[in-house]
């Protein structure tokens, strides 16, 4: 049996291949029809049919943002109701983390900026009603990140600074209004088609938070391009941000980096590596926690 074919239009499909690259669960596949109309497909199993039906349902909300992303087309069962599959709009473009460092500084910047009004956008909707409260919901997160921590045997170097900024910071939590979030924005989800305009991929990770806590992946960013992450951050506040954003900055990724080692070490020494030096790099940029405006940040030239 063909595990596509109840999916509408797969007579007229005329390639069809993996994707093998991300962390998703979901099997993605590049499609193709007769008329080189171009599609992503997504796939997973059917005891996920609620949790993806509202991920479409997300999606469409999105979609009416007149952003360039992964557009949902068709949604439903297949392979004899064994998989759940999504199929969207598919985006043009090279991964950005490949192409930002081949473009000048200012183009990163201004690919930053870009990108840094899309995720405005998609936090102009807001999370539904009867969520729990941010405070609470996020100080639990902190609690259980700090334990984990403590009970890992591989240790960021200075990382009890980390915990007492965290220990010290808690009420920056209060009253934080919830919106849509992407749940990955970073370069590896970002995509720069040949007219230099960022295209937004992979939103199966959305959830409903703080806005800013958004920004808790630029690390990954960062180390890709300065001018890029930088731009990202003054697109977002239209360049006028509030120091308050770079105290909470600090707090998400403070609480992030924690979490991020005894995680690493399920995937073996190569993810430890990279999870240690990007926490090393952000002691670095916080100075030990001592300051909250990233160095990357401070020291950066706006054009």
């Not at 994707?19 to 992503?40: A, H, M, P, T």
């Not at 007149?66 to 199929?87: A, H």
């Amino acid at each position: 049996m063909n595990i596509f074919e109840d999916i509408y239009g797969y007579s007229e499909w005329s390639s069809v291949s993996e994707i093998k690259k991300g962390w998703s669960s979901d099997k993605k596949y590049y499609i193709q029809n007769k008329d080189g109309q171009e599609f992503l497909l997504r796939l997973s199993d059917i005891s996920e049919l609620e949790k993806k039906r509202k991920e479409n349902e997300i999606l469409s909300k999105i979609s009416k943002l007149n952003i360039n992303m992964s557009m949902p087309l068709n949604f439903g069962e297949c392979g004899n109701n064994t998989k759940v599959f999504s199929l969207l709009s598919w985006v043009n473009g090279e991964d950005s983390e490949k192409v930002l460092p081949t473009l000048t500084k200012e183009t990163q910047y201004e690919l930053g900026i870009e990108s840094g009004v899309i995720l405005s956008k998609i936090h102009t909707i807001p999370a539904p009603e009867g969520l729990p409260n941010w405070y609470e919901k996020f100080n639990n997160k902190i609690d259980r990140n700090i334990n984990s921590y403590n009970n890992c045997s591989i240790k960021i170097p200075n990382g009890e600074k980390i915990i007492k900024y965290l220990y010290s910071n808690r009420d920056l939590l209060i009253s934080r209004k919830q919106s849509i979030q992407h749940g990955d924005y970073h370069v590896g989800n970002l995509l720069v088609n040949k007219n230099n305009k960022i295209g937004v991929i992979d939103f199966n990770r959305y959830d409903f938070g703080d806005p800013w806590e958004e920004f808790n992946r630029i690390s990954f960013s960062h180390s890709v391009s300065v001018p890029f992450s930088v731009g990202q951050i003054n697109g977002y506040f239209n360049n006028n941000v509030p120091v308050c954003f770079f105290k909470l900055l600090a707090l998400y990724m403070g609480t992030n980096a924690l979490a991020s080692i005894p995680w690493a070490i399920n995937y073996g020494e190569k993810e430890v590596n990279v999870m240690l030096t990007n926490s090393i790099n952000m002691m670095t940029y916080f100075n030990d926690f001592e300051s909250v405006i990233p160095t990357w940040f401070s020291s950066w030239k706006h054009y």
